[in-house]
């Protein structure tokens, strides 16, 4: 099993930044690609961006593409989304996710969620 703890979430104004961090414990050999979803109030989970192994390939939504980040640091057993320029749109719960593959397709572990308000 492998543990996912989502962690710097909270209200902010529009234009503002936040930055999520995502701690991975347990069998962390078992994770290579990981990822970072949402999910709005009344809305599906989408995804919001992806990033292999080795840190090599990263993969956006449009909707954030040129302002948000994902970045991951092996060593720490973590993960961040820097989320910049935010827009009351980008309201929801954050959920970080691991796969098994290197660049993620399916995913088989989830956090419990942060959440990120973004006020106008």
């Known amino acids: 099993q492998v543990q996912l703890v989502e962690s710097g979430g909270g209200l902010v104004q529009a234009g503002g930044s936040l930055r999520l961090s995502c701690l991975a414990s347990?069998?962390?050999?078992?994770?290579?690609?990981m990822g970072w979803f949402r999910q709005a109030p009344g809305k599906e989970r989408e995804f919001v961006a992806a990033?292999?192994?080795?840190?090599?390939?990263?993969n956006y939504a449009d909707s954030v593409k040129g302002r948000f980040t994902i970045s991951r640091d092996n060593a720490k057993n973590t993960m961040y989304l820097q989320m910049n320029s935010l827009k009351p749109e980008d309201t929801a719960v954050y959920y970080c996710?691991?796969?098994?593959?290197?660049?993620?397709?399916?995913?088989?572990?989830w956090g419990q969620g942060t959440q990120v308000t973004v006020s106008s």
């Open positions: 990033i292999s192994w080795d840190g090599g390939m990263t």
């Open positions: 347990g069998r962390t050999s078992e994770i290579y690609g």
């Open positions: 996710a691991t796969s098994r593959q290197f660049v993620p397709k399916t995913y088989d572990y």
